[in-house]
């Protein structure tokens, strides 16, 4: 019996045959990109002709019309069997586009992007972190200008900036203590992306610095967001789902280090301590298959009705629990599969040493890292304001 | 919003709403009959009349009707945030007749037990531990006699037994290396039911020992299970189902606790190891009921299939999954409430003391205990053979 | 080979010798007073007699002159395997004269009362809990009266109080916001100790509230130590010595566990998974042993220099490092010796789950419980002020 | 105040000054050589002209004259904060070393091999590992030949291989079920050493495949060691002072990790959850240092008096209980630094992400790794025979 999770519409189920189709693709040369720390440039261009990308692009408008968080995440883990850093990179692109697809009355310009979607011609970067500041305390300004805003400031972490056409980034907006969202096109005057990512792990994915030098963006790309410091009740759909996304893609990770050392034994003698090992990956497999399960299918679910703030925050909480505990059942995993080897899987021609530094890059991800889940649970559950 | 585990059918809900009302009922003297060690005769009355025990008897029978796994697991967590010592009584009854109501093709004296399930005439008590000697080998016996078989032995850890009408126990027929399932009547000359049950916690469920000494039953009460070690096959769906439904109870368990330390702060400033105790508090309540939920959604979705053996048992091992990752994780939840409390939940006057103990019969229920889980889950991942 | 523990002096073997006597004495009984909740009288007539309450007293006063905490923490030890309840009253005791012993100069009431103390009169409780607030808070007040101070407020965990003849209490001096300690005999007009002792372990340890109302006691009586809110520098070796000396017990106690547990093989096929557990035990008692010896001699070998007061936090912070480690180290080791019985230890007959609620406390003991002890520890570390 | 470990006698004074100043030397390229991959020649150079390889060659004969277990883990320790790579090699060499000086009425060919090792002539690699086997059943052999042996086989993980003057390795002697350790000077003809070793981490320590092919060595270089499958007492001493050596190097990458992440905070404001894994990070250090000291202690007390061989498995026992213990901890400690690091120490430019891998390789490391350990601990405790 199969006990994986299934995509749970049509359109999934064909967004989830692709994800595992690009995964047999590109796994033979994932341990390529790692060690050279290369880009992938021909798989992310496999990934825009083949149509994953405009999975949640509506079918009339040319994509496969994927609404089901459930079913992204489910084509993300699979995707991260294959190659992890490729994964989170397919994780924070469709993300924001399952978020821009929601949107009611979409205006043209957005219509025309999710166009240019389907036709594989868009690829997303997700560029909201900034060195030495907290998420919800962005550095990078937007001030008015002529036609519209002036971004300047730099960003990190921006996985796919390789092959991104598109920055989604966090701004402060003019002078007052307002957070916004801008999307920058890369063609944009002023906008450099660098080439400095050289990570432990997660190495093809590309989480260059993006610099953006006054770059100039008509007004209607730049969206307000409610108050510095505060995750914004208007965004987080989409940051709930981009983090589940993600949670999805240490799962797939940790799937696959089990695959790589639970081999039936096939008549060989067992020793104890391994088999208790494959036990605890199974049962740590289980355990968040099912938390991720669950919080797909609570998005799913209760999104469309239009929650209240507070209840957005209150299903926030729920995703990120499943973020904390999946992506540390992940790391415990691989970490098992590791000692399983023996030793074998400590050298650089085992997958398992990728996946060892790839499956560590979960808990820095946001929102909300490992420093700041747990204190976002706990003041959600006790009533506290939310920050 | 609310995160907790609902039922799944209508009857479902209705056997819920059963449950909650008796949760409430008893949790005023669940302490009471903790401190005395005695067992809650008036409580049980009180099920009996109101229906709950006969959940899963089909309601052209007089019963519930509920079929679902899901619906019973929901119903003894309910049960279990009142009086856990309750809830796994009723877990053990409830498993049974679940069973008992899937045989296909009942021959008639199942159909009157059934009948009589429903009009609250029978409790059933799963005798299968013996001292000294592991689930699959019984030194209780059932030799044949005149008019059938003649029972002999001693079983340990009978919950329910001051309240049982019938014991449900595993035997060894014969001289044969063969294992079997006995029914046997409490009327039944020659069975005792001692009153020796004193323990850490779950005081109130009864858990005493029972004697068999030369109990004549007739021959179709005693059915053949397969080889002396294995876990029948044939009774998997019965193990498992039972098995889950005491997870149940640890779920339980773990929401009553996390409610009695979590309450809004209100205004009062919350020290951050105490929000950070809750936030792990809820990831693992989060988790623990996603895990709950999809056991149950998959033993409700595939178990009706009519599994094979060897399906069986891998549908067995997630559950067991789950049976090792909850009851460890309602142990660490009542734990950490009891950090919580800051020294008032190690007082007896503290419901939290009594959690704490409660919840600690957990890993020793049978199948499987911690010592035996993990064991079993490797085992079937590594495609050994079936033990 | 023997690894256990051992006294550094001469005079520290007797105590330790005297330790394990009367251990093996109170073993026998320990599960009858932990049944009935009673506090164990004549064992303390008996700690009396033999001269153990005396052993920092110096010899030239009548006692067994151990300067050494790694002597007493050595004894509390043993005593803890036989009854841990007694354990941490005779630590309470034991540290308080220590301290006491260690006072230059000490003026004439104090060598009265080690004389006292020398010849079985005295029994020090340590009273410095009180409900809902911080243990640098105290609500009890010490105001300025006639010949002295009047003494009035509610403590809480009083261990010893039946038998106590003085008590050790936190105080707030007067309307300034000044810490105290204050020394009330027990016969001080409106001493009252309630017998309201009740939890889920160390029932024997009768650590009732003791109730001051008015109680007069001479101004010597009442030694200020500092702001209120911060832990007293000049009590620091105090409080160290007294963490470490319950640290102690909390070993003994998981010493016990595993010795009941772990008995040698004799031929019997032993399960994997209880080598297993058997072996994380050891793994833990020999680091747990290691942590208490390390901590013990490095008080031994700095004290005696009289360190600054950063110096005195910064060791204080090494105490409470071994405080959070061994506890936590304890309660797991008698966890799994509870696994490791298989059920069999569940029950009130095992002398396990007596060791189950006991060992328990450990985190709850104040300076500083799970709550309080990282936040101190991380203060420390990063060079934040002492709190 | 400092806590960490330090030496026992002058000599290993001087040694730890020693290594103190190669630490400084190292840690500015351990970065260069960790990325590259290659093997730091002039570090080797620069250990061999200083004078520490020859720690234990007694002074008369040009060493250090270090008896002591704990100064030479105090030195691998002080080496592995600023190249862990270097610190194993060195620790292999350094037990090698000290177990041939303890030999009693050393043989001239030893005494010329100390002489040749204080003058910087010889570096010992330890060759016991062969894919696909365990420590105990060798498939390298010795066959008798003229003049003495031949030896067959191939090593791998052979740490130090680059710069090695000798293998000292397991063998299975001739037909017979006997295992051996023979010495393999580097120049005998047969000897290759690979350039194979590219793994996850300890990338600069020359851990490279080595192939014995006919290998001639004199009879003398042969030594028998008992039946094969059995760790031979006769080499336990080698073996645990070894192993200990090894925890060493993992509590000095623990001790570096701590140190990057845990400055003080002058004035800035530090978050809850930064100081709670600072504590937890000193938790485990100041338990890891005393459980290191201990070991390294009771190495140095009773090793002298000659224990028997089961005193000599009960003393190996301590040392894997440390041995477990302390490697986990230092894997935790590092995990946690990195995520105090907020992001920028997963950064390859991060000392921290090297030292995350490099403190993985400790598990692995013989005897015992994570497989075996806790089943030979187990079997010690109860009295299983040895294996």
Not at 41 to 56: D, E, I, K, T, V
Not at 78 to 91: N, Q, T, V
Not at 96 to 105: D, K, T, V
Not at 189 to 196: I, P, Q, R
Request: charged share 20%.
């Amino acid at each position: 019996m199969n006990f994986e999770l299934e995509p749970v519409s049509a359109a999934g189920a064909r967004l989830v045959e692709l994800a595992e189709k690009h995964a047999a693709e590109f796994a033979g040369t994932a341990g390529e990109y790692d060690r050279a720390g290369g880009f992938p440039f021909p798989h992310w261009a496999q990934l825009r002709a083949g149509g994953l990308l405009a999975a949640s692009v509506p079918a009339q408008l040319g994509g496969l019309g994927v609404d089901s968080v459930q079913d992204l995440v489910v084509a993300v883990g699979r995707l991260a069997r294959g190659d992890a850093s490729i994964a989170i990179g397919a994780a924070m692109h469709l993300s924001a586009f399952w978020y821009f697809s929601r949107m009611p009355a979409a205006p043209a310009p957005m219509k025309l992007l999710l166009r240019r979607c389907a036709r594989g011609r868009v690829v997303a970067c997700v560029a909201i972190s900034e060195p030495g500041t907290a998420i919800g305390w962005p550095r990078t300004t937007a001030r008015p200008a002529e036609g519209g805003y002036r971004i300047d400031g730099r960003k990190t972490f921006c996985t796919n900036s390789p092959v991104a056409t598109v920055f989604l980034s966090t701004v402060r907006i003019g002078d007052a203590e307002q957070l916004g969202f801008a999307l920058v096109p890369r063609e944009t005057a002023g906008v450099t992306v660098l080439d400095n990512w050289d990570a432990l792990g997660m190495r093809g994915s590309g989480s260059n610095d993006v610099v953006f030098d006054g770059c100039p963006v008509p007004a209607g790309m730049v969206v307000p967001a409610g108050p510095l410091g505060q995750l914004p009740t208007a965004m987080l759909p989409f940051t709930m789902a981009g983090a589940l996304l993600l949670v999805g893609a240490a799962l797939g990770i940790a799937e696959r280090a089990q695959e790589l050392v639970a081999q039936p034994a096939a008549g060989r003698p067992v020793r104890p301590e391994v088999a208790r090992l494959v036990a605890e990956n199974e049962v740590d497999l289980a355990v968040g298959r099912a938390a991720v399960g669950r919080a797909a299918a609570l998005l799913d679910d209760r999104l469309p009705a239009g929650p209240s703030g507070p209840q957005l925050h209150e299903l926030m909480s729920q995703v990120q629990c499943v973020n904390v505990a999946v992506k540390r059942a992940a790391i415990a995993i691989v970490d098992r599969a590791l000692t399983v080897s023996g030793g074998r899987g400590y050298l650089s021609s085992s997958p398992l040493s990728r996946l060892y530094r790839d499956v560590r890059a979960g808990p820095f991800m946001q929102p909300f890292s490992a420093l700041d889940a747990d204190e976002y649970i706990g003041r959600i559950r006790l009533g506290l304001e939310h920050t």
